[in-house]
Nanobody
Framework: QVQLAESGGGLVQAGGSLRLSCAASGRTLSNYGVGWFRQAPGKEREFVANIIWSGGATNYVDSVKGRFTISRDNAKNTIYLQMNSLKPEDTAVYYC??????????????WGQGTQVTVSS
């Protein structure tokens, strides 16, 4: 089992920055991929970014490319989402999630509780 706990959300003005953290426990993530997702009120949850723990390959949704950066700290077993140039449309609850990717790619089976990000105009 993998337990995930997000932190770092808050209220920020448009153009500002926040850094979200996702602390993982229960097992090491060497065979996992970790993603950030978000869900705005009245909308479906959407993919934001992900990272392969081993090797560090990343992927982003087009709307955040150039503004958000996903990274990991092996020693702390923590994943980060640095969010710059925030826009009101980035307002959502942000979740981190993990999935086993070796020997087979699984669905995102492990989820954190979420952290609220609110961007004021």
């Amino acid at each position: 089992q993998v337990q995930l706990a997000e932190s770092g959300g808050g209220l920020v003005q448009a153009g500002g920055s926040l850094r979200l953290s996702c602390a993982a426990s229960g097992r090491t993530l060497s065979n996992y991929g970790v993603g950030w997702f978000r869900q705005a009120p009245g909308k479906e949850r959407e993919f934001v970014a992900n990272i392969i723990w081993s090797g560090g390959a990343t992927n982003y949704v087009d709307s955040v490319k150039g503004r958000f950066t996903i990274s990991r700290d092996n020693a702390k077993n923590t994943i980060y989402l640095q969010m710059n140039s925030l826009k009101p449309e980035d307002t959502a609850v942000y979740y981190c999630a993990a999935r086993l990717i070796w020997p087979n790619v699984r669905s995102y089976d492990y989820w954190g509780q979420g952290t609220q990000v609110t961007v004021s105009s």
